[in-house]
């Protein structure tokens, strides 16, 4: 069973948007850290943005454009992704990580241990 399902991505025009979804089973205990990460071809992994009990952390690139959250209710382990004014090069294959307790480095993907399959962004006219 996959830990975590990724939905939302898809095609879109430059300066346009998206908005990803990732949730985990029913019976997951609940996870303190969620976060997003993405990969282009022929690029490492690289964090987008993740969030905890207590605040949102971004990547510097997507502070301006993108928005993390979660469900409204807490014990649901979902979390979202809304991309605004992307550009071409957000074209990647975007992941959502979750962890069970507070992650030192929330945007290190090292400090994750459950992964989604992702889900494909297209950046394109």
């Known amino acids: 069973q996959v830990p975590l399902v990724e939905s939302g991505g898809g095609s879109v025009q430059p300066g346009g948007s998206l908005k990803l979804s990732c949730s985990a089973s029913e019976d997951t205990l609940y996870y303190n850290c969620m976060g997003w990460f993405r990969q282009a071809p022929g690029k490492e992994r690289e964090a987008v943005a993740s969030?905890?009990?207590?605040?949102?952390?971004?990547a510097d690139y997507a502070k301006d454009r993108f928005t993390i959250s979660k469900s409204k209710d807490n014990a649901e382990n979902i979390v979202y992704l809304e991309m605004n004014s992307l550009k071409p090069e957000d074209s990647a294959m975007y992941y959502c990580?979750?962890?069970?307790?507070?992650?030192?480095?929330?945007?290190?993907?090292?400090?994750?241990?459950?992964w989604g399959q992702g889900t494909q962004v297209t950046v394109s006219s």
């Open positions: 969030i905890d009990s207590i605040e949102p952390t971004y």
């Open positions: 990580a979750a962890r069970h307790g507070v992650a030192p480095d929330p945007l290190a993907e090292d400090n994750y241990n459950n």
